[in-house]
C-alpha cells in the first residue's frame, strides 16, 4: 500500500471518528433541540439499524467487532484502501464510531430523528458517513471497472 494513501486513510479514520465523537458528547451531557421535521435528541440504541438484533444485549458488540475486523481485513486484501481512501476512512471512521460506543455507552448515541411527512429511524453521523463512504466506494470501483 502507498504510503499517501495510508495516510489519507489514518488521517481522514481519525478525523471523522474525532468529530462524531464529539457530537455524540454534547447530546450525552444534555443537548437537544426539538425542531418541525427534525428532533436533535439523545436515543441510545441498543440494536442496530432499526433496533434490529437489540435482543442480542451485550453479545453484539462483540459480533460488530468481528465483523468490522473481517471487513478490515477485506478492504485491505482487495486493495479498496489504496484505490478509495477517503472513502474507505469514511466507512471505517463511522463503523468504529458506533462500535466504540457500544463499548463505552453500551448502546450506539444516536440523536438525529427526522419527523417530517414520515418517521424515519434515529441515526448519527457515523450512520451517514458509513452511507456515504459505501456509496462513495461503489462508484469508484464502477468507474474503475468502466476504463476497463
Same mark, same amino acid.
Given at each position: 500500500?502507498?504510503?499517501?494513501?495510508?495516510?489519507?486513510?489514518?488521517?481522514?479514520?481519525?478525523?471523522? $471518528?474525532?468529530?462524531?465523537?464529539?457530537?455524540?458528547?454534547?447530546?450525552?451531557?444534555? @443537548?437537544? &433541540?426539538?425542531?418541525? *421535521?427534525?428532533?436533535?435528541?439523545?436515543?441510545?440504541?441498543?440494536? #442496530?439499524?432499526?433496533?434490529? $438484533?437489540?435482543?442480542?444485549?451485550?453479545?453484539?458488540? @462483540?459480533?460488530?467487532?468481528?465483523? +468490522? /475486523?473481517?471487513?478490515?481485513?477485506?478492504?485491505?486484501?482487495?486493495?479498496?484502501?489504496?484505490? /478509495?481512501?477517503?472513502?474507505?476512512?469514511? =466507512?471505517?471512521?463511522?463503523?468504529?464510531?458506533?462500535?466504540?460506543? &457500544?463499548?463505552?455507552?453500551?448502546? =450506539? =448515541?444516536?440523536?438525529?430523528? @427526522?419527523? *417530517?411527512?414520515?418517521?424515519?429511524?434515529?441515526?448519527?453521523?457515523?450512520?451517514?458517513?458509513?452511507?456515504?463512504?459505501? +456509496?462513495?466506494?461503489? /462508484? #469508484?470501483?464502477? &468507474?474503475?471497472? !468502466? !476504463? !476497463?
Amino acid at each position: 500500500m502507498k504510503v499517501r494513501s495510508l495516510a489519507i486513510f489514518v488521517v481522514a479514520l481519525a478525523g471523522w $471518528f474525532i468529530v462524531d465523537q464529539n457530537i455524540k458528547a454534547l447530546f450525552l451531557e444534555g @443537548w437537544y &433541540r426539538e425542531g418541525r *421535521c427534525v428532533d436533535w435528541v439523545l436515543h441510545l440504541n441498543k440494536g #442496530v439499524a432499526f433496533s434490529m $438484533f437489540a435482543f442480542l444485549g451485550d453479545a453484539l458488540k @462483540w459480533v460488530q467487532a468481528v465483523l +468490522v /475486523a473481517f471487513l478490515a481485513g477485506f478492504f485491505a486484501k482487495e486493495g479498496y484502501i489504496r484505490l /478509495a481512501p477517503f472513502a474507505s476512512a469514511t =466507512v471505517f471512521a463511522g463503523a468504529l464510531s458506533n462500535l466504540y460506543d &457500544r463499548f463505552a455507552h453500551g448502546a =450506539v =448515541v444516536d440523536y438525529v430523528a @427526522w419527523h *417530517c411527512g414520515f418517521r424515519w429511524p434515529v441515526f448519527n453521523l457515523a450512520d451517514v458517513l458509513i452511507d456515504v463512504g459505501i +456509496v462513495w466506494l461503489l /462508484a #469508484v470501483l464502477w &468507474r474503475k471497472e !468502466k !476504463k !476497463k
